[in-house]
C-alpha cells in the first residue's frame, strides 16, 4: 500500500472544515488514565474559540475528568473520497459560569447543536448541564487526496 | 417598563432558570435555551412583578 502525501491545510480551509461540520472527538486525560467522547460543537472562526454544552450525571466519569479546567483535544474530521481530511485542536477547556452568561454567549452556543450523543436517559434534574468553551492553543488541518481509489 | 428591566426565565425543557435583561430575553428567544438548546417562546419569561403574582 502506497501512503499518500499529507498535506497541511490552510486556516481558511480548516475553518471551513470545522464550519460545515457540527460533531467531533473530544479526549480528555487524568494522570495516565485517557478519556475520549464524541460532542457536539459551535465554532467561531473569529474567535478561534469552540462552544461546548456537557451533560454528565452526579456519578459518571465523565464529570471527574472535568473536574477542573483540563487540557484538551478536539478531533474533528471527514472523508469523502479521494479526499481525507482531518483537524486536530488543542487548548483548555473552560466552564462558563451561569452567572457570566452574555448575549454573545446565547448567540454563540444557539450555534451549537444540541448534545446530539449524549444520554438523556436520565430525568433532567439528575443531569447536569455545563457550559464550556474550549479555548484553542493550536489548530492543525490535514489533508490526503489519494491517487487512486481505494478498493476493500 | 424600562430598558433595564429583569425578567424570570425559566425553561420548560430543562428547568434552567435564570435572571435575563431584555438584550438576553431577545437573544435566547431567538436562539433558544443556551443550557439545552430548546425552542423558547415569551411564556418562558416572567417578569419580577408576574413572578409575585404567582
Known sequence: MALEKQTEMSQSETDALLGRHETGVLSLARDDDPYAIPISYGYDADERTFYLRLVSTPDSEKRKFLSSNPDA?????????PTYRSVVVTGELVEVPRDAMTVEHIEQYGDAKRPLFEIWGDSKPELDIKLYELRTDSISGRHIELSEPRHD | MTASEEFTFVCPDCGESMEVNPAMKDALLENGCVVCGAELTPAAFSTSSQSLDQ
Do not use: G, M, T
Open chain 1, 73 to 81: 483535544r478536539l478531533v474533528v474530521y471527514e472523508e469523502a473520497e
